[in-house]
């Protein structure tokens, strides 16, 4: 449970900018507000924006709009109150203070959300998506926590556990009537239930790949021989001179990181030293941290020299790259400096890309590659998609309670273990969305059959 009192906090970025908006939300929050803005009317109408003079104790300290929400259609669901104020980080001092001395306190990180889920206005997997929404940094992924905050996820998860109250109600009422030796569930209908329900949470599990390459960033390594080209391919995809580019081998001795938005889409590429034979300490540790970079990622470019390689060798390359890195990432093979390859050389055979990253050659392809990749992570059969590594384990936990009651219905194990199973599956997917009470599986019985007790 959260204090029941008055918090205050900036909501803008700090810093200096045209304008800044402070937040104020909780019982107090009209006499706080009569406090800094004595000549506000007692009670401002509620949402719309009334000019104020602000002050303290030392005399003015601005001119602004406050703009007033009560409780409980507000955000928090409490009474709020918005402060548009001049952009100076001395006003925004100075306001602050003047709060908190008028009785207010200093919120903590995400407390106006975590209120909004306490007062019931969110649930949990809608606040989470409140930080995704301002942490989007791409179209895609601004359009998930879009698509979560509005409750689209949470309807799909809330309608899996209703089924599951609906069956444990069941099962539970024949525990009443154990010394009857009476069945209200039917164990082959029981059954269908329960795989409908994992093949959901499966769908659900499985979409995390898409959800988490889109949030996250999908992360593309560049790996290959020193001067075959990765930071001039690096530079060529940023349209910028990022990384340092020199004929001298061995020039990047660490990764360097930069993101790209791809069709909305962000790519975080790493340009990693160049893979090699050396006695170089300090290139070891570069290329060392190259195979790990590549063993992370989701996708490997892995560059070759046209000039000097033939797909046959490059292929070997590939082939002993992936036994060092693992069967995850996919690994892209790209024969660059295509301009200088020799004229009897066969593109683009077997999968090898041809490019030439110095004039902009082949590019165009290989950014079809990336998102033919993150298309292929895209397997969902609808809109829903999990983005968050907690509802995953909360998933996977859930599904494993399913399948151990599966296999206790085909053993024809008794209720009460069964009834355990089934809770714990309700439990894990009531994790995901904060509801993890037990009134819903009684209110369910209750309403539902007439006990006569």
Do not use: W
């Amino acid at each position: 449970m959260f204090e029941a009192d008055t918090i205050a906090a900036l909501s803008t970025a700090p810093g200096t900018g045209a304008i800044a908006v402070v937040r104020i939300s909780g019982p107090d929050t009209l006499r706080v507000m009569h406090a800094v803005a004595p000549s506000m009317l007692l009670t401002p109408e509620p949402r719309e924006a009334v000019f104020v003079r602000l002050r303290d104790a030392d005399g003015p300290v601005d001119e602004g709009l406050l703009t007033f929400f009560p409780g409980p259609h507000s955000y928090t669901g409490e009474d709020v109150a918005e402060i548009s104020v001049h952009g100076s980080p001395y006003i925004q001092q100075r306001l602050l203070e003047a709060l908190v001395a008028a009785g207010a306190r200093l919120a903590r990180p995400g407390e106006f959300t975590q209120r909004a889920y306490l007062n019931k206005k969110l649930d949990l997997s809608q606040a989470e998506a409140v930080a995704d929404l301002i942490a989007s940094g791409s179209r895609a992924a601004h359009k998930l926590a879009l698509q979560q905050l509005r409750g689209g996820y949470s309807k799909q998860i809330d309608e899996l556990r209703d089924h599951l109250i609906s069956l444990s109600a069941l099962v539970e009422l024949e525990l009443d009537f154990g010394e009857e030796d009476v069945q209200f569930a039917d164990r082959a209908e029981l059954t269908r239930l329960l795989d409908e329900i994992m093949a959901a949470c499966d769908r659900l599990i499985t979409s995390f790949k898409y959800g988490n390459a889109v949030k996250q960033g999908v992360p593309v390594a560049i790996v290959g021989a020193p001067n075959s080209g990765k930071s001039t391919l690096l530079n060529a995809l940023l349209e910028e001179d990022r990384a340092i580019v020199s004929d001298v081998p061995g020039t990047t001795r660490d990764t360097v990181e930069e993101v790209i938005n791809l069709a909305g889409v962000q790519f975080r590429f790493i340009d990693t030293a160049g893979i090699r034979h050396t006695q170089d300490t300090v290139e070891k540790l570069g290329i060392e941290r190259s195979y790990k970079k590549a063993a992370e990622a989701s996708i490997v470019v892995l560059l070759g020299d046209a000039a000097t390689l033939s797909e046959g060798a490059f292929r070997t390359q590939a082939e002993m790259l992936r036994k060092r890195i693992g069967k995850g990432p996919v690994i892209l093979p790209v024969l660059n400096k295509s301009d200088l390859a020799p004229a009897t050389e066969v593109p683009a055979r077997r999968g090898v890309l041809h490019i030439s990253a110095k004039h902009g050659k082949g590019l165009d392809a290989l950014r079809m590659r990336f998102m033919e990749h993150v298309h292929a992570l895209d397997t969902r059969e609808s809109d829903v998609v999990v983005t968050n590594v907690r509802h995953v384990e909360a998933l996977t936990k859930a599904r494993s309670a399913l399948l151990s009651a599966k296999e206790g219905v085909v053993q024809g194990i008794s209720g009460e273990l069964l009834a355990t199973d089934l809770r714990q599956a309700q439990y894990h997917l009531g994790e995901i969305t904060g509801k993890i009470t037990a009134d819903d599986l009684l209110g369910s019985i209750f309403s539902k059959f007439c006990i006569g007790k």
